[in-house]
């Protein structure tokens, strides 16, 4: 069921301001975020809503002064019902099923041309070299490190995820979480030796901050990494404002890789697809047999990273 979220304006005189929430939200400060939040008590990239087959759940994204629900911190992705009260900082939001709000929507536009909009979007199919990565072992980590210090850790490790993936020419997508998910446009040869060195950065935590470094040595944690590498046709383009995305099945699976990683109990997994065509991809990499992933019809062949 469709579903929107209704800001509190405390300091506008708007009032409120309902917006209809897409498949994938970023709420924040920042200027390129689904919606933005003009308040200093907000992070750039403060907190993530995302659909699910189920619903829509909620994450902080390691944000400075926290998002609560119910006025109960959200430390861990949570599932959103109708008329949940989301805190934002010091901004209040009511998350609703599109039934009877009885709230404008920002631009005063009716519902039915904000809906029809929505399937105006600009969109390409186009090959992508697709990366996942999930920090190894984060419930436990989350049980060792208080709230706030994980928070800023949180910070930094999206920060080296930057320093990381940038220079070797990826695009980040979003962060989930405790997940990032990145793609490079360029599908050759060197394009997929810069995926294959950020999975080996990630995978062993070398590129972490040094204060982060510290941190972590206190706490007896280490930010490591399991990895997915796909490599599929994609649609790629603008969703919304501020949300730039790739979607479809070349992606499910790319993030169905990262998972199978657990079973196969290695660090880094990709599909024959990111190999083929790439003979000194094949000398890095050993074959792990067809697998079947969660939601795919098919088995797939993948490949463990060699150490």
């Not at 917006?19 to 200093?40: C, E, P, S, T």
């Not at 080996?200 to 990895?227: H, P």
């Not at 599929?232 to 969703?239: I, L, R």
Request: aromatic share 8%; net charge negative; glycine share 8%.
């Amino acid at each position: 069921m469709p579903a929107e979220l209704i800001i509190s304006c405390a300091n506008n005189s708007d009032g409120q301001q309902a917006h209809l929430l897409d498949d994938f939200n970023i709420v924040g400060r920042g200027k390129d975020v689904a919606i933005q939040l003009n308040d200093d008590s907000v992070s750039r990239e403060h907190s993530c809503i995302r659909r699910h087959a189920n619903g829509y759940w909620i994450n902080d994204l390691a944000s400075a002064n926290g998002t609560y629900l119910n006025d109960l911190a959200v430390t861990k992705s949570e599932p959103l019902n109708d008329g949940d009260v989301i805190t934002f900082g010091t901004v209040t939001a009511k998350f609703s099923t599109l039934k009877s709000s009885g709230v404008s929507f920002k631009n005063s536009e009716s519902f039915q041309t904000r809906v029809l909009k929505r399937t105006e979007v600009s969109l390409t199919t186009t090959p992508l070299i697709l990366l996942v990565g999930d920090i190894r072992g984060f419930t436990e980590i989350a049980s060792k490190v208080p709230p706030e210090r994980l928070a800023a850790l949180m910070r930094g490790w999206y920060d080296d995820c930057r320093m990381v993936l940038a220079p070797l020419g990826a695009t980040i997508d979003k962060f989930i979480g405790d997940a990032v998910f990145a793609y490079w446009k360029d599908t050759g040869p060197e394009a997929r030796e810069a995926a294959v060195q950020a999975a080996r950065a990630l995978r062993d935590g070398s590129e972490f901050s040094k204060s982060g470094t510290l941190a972590m040595m206190q706490y007896k944690i280490n930010f490591e990494c399991r990895v997915g590498l796909h490599l599929g046709d994609v649609a790629h383009g603008a969703m919304t404002r501020g949300n730039n995305t790739a979607l479809g099945d070349a992606v499910n699976l790319a993030f169905r890789l990262e998972s199978l990683t657990r079973e196969l109990d290695t660090e880094v997994l990709a599909s024959a697809a990111f190999l083929d065509g790439w003979a000194d991809g094949y000398e890095q990499f050993s074959p792990r047999g067809l697998n079947r992933v969660k939601g795919h019809p098919d088995e797939i062949e993948v490949f463990a990273l060699n150490c």
